[in-house]
T-cell receptor, first 114, second 105 residues
Framework: DTEVTQTPKHLVMGMTNKKSLKCEQH?????MYWYKQKAKKPPELMFV???????INESVPSRFSPECPNSSLLNLHLHALQPEDSALYLC?????????????FGQGTRLTVV | EDQVTQSPEALRLQEGESSSLNCSYT??????LFWYRQDPGKGPEFLFT???AGEEKEKERLKATLTKKESFLHITAPKPEDSATYLC??????FGTGTSLTVIP
């Protein structure tokens, strides 16, 4: 099973709201990732967790707050977002997070900020 | 700084017309180069991992190859269902800009 599950599939939120995106994998992977993808652009790396520790933060604004409660779960907490943050948010996982094994992606959460 | 560049940006092929997509990379110490396929509104789907120059991987109509500076994704006798965006990535999954492939029946 190479499934990464993301919820919700769609989310509409106001600029003053607080919401969370969730991601789950049961492949025994120890690295998990958040990406942001705008239309007709490639996925852009936001955060990497390796063995439940934040190992990469690509200078993401603090209105995005990641959390890795355990090796199977990854959350992205959203607060005071801007309309330009509307995008497809993708979660992925890989075996070790050392850049030498493939990552498997979820189907994404389509976020609209109004 | 790691850089990944893909060409062409878009490619239209007739069904059965073979072609190649290019991924050029500049990294310090390649740990892995990855090819993905992405359909509109969906997450990328893993295709291949390549580790060292000279390596080749095949799957159905697709064949990926790697040199010290670039990787190619060769598509043999494509079908309309091969239409998608093809992405390459290196290391912690820094992606190139992608090639949008359309195969016309």
């Amino acid at each position: 099973d190479t499934e990464v599950t993301q919820t919700p599939k769609h989310l509409v939120m106001g600029m003053t709201n607080k919401k969370s995106l969730k991601c789950e994998q049961h492949m025994g992977h120890r690295a998990m990732y958040w990406y942001k993808q705008k239309a007709k652009k490639p996925p852009e790396l936001m955060f990497v967790y390796s063995y439940e520790k934040l190992s990469i933060n690509e200078s993401v604004p603090s209105r995005f707050s990641p959390e890795c409660p355990n090796s199977s779960l990854l959350n992205l907490h959203l607060h005071a977002l801007q309309p330009e943050d509307s995008a497809l948010y993708l979660c992925a996982s890989s075996h070790r997070g050392q850049g030498n094994t493939e990552a498997f992606f979820g189907q994404g959460t389509r976020l609209t900020v109004v | 700084e790691d850089q990944v560049t893909q060409s062409p940006e878009a490619l239209r092929l007739q069904e059965g017309e073979s072609s190649s997509l290019n991924c050029s990379y500049t990294v310090s110490g390649l740990r892995g180069l990855f090819w993905y396929r992405q359909d509109p509104g969906k997450g990328p789907e893993f295709l291949f991992t390549l580790y060292s120059a000279g390596e080749e991987k095949e799957k159905e109509r697709l064949k990926a190859t790697l040199t010290k500076k670039e990787s190619f994704l060769h598509i043999t006798a494509p079908k309309p269902e091969d239409s998608a965006t093809y992405l390459c990535a290196v290391h912690e999954f820094y992606f190139g800009t992608g090639t949008s492939l359309t195969v016309i029946p």
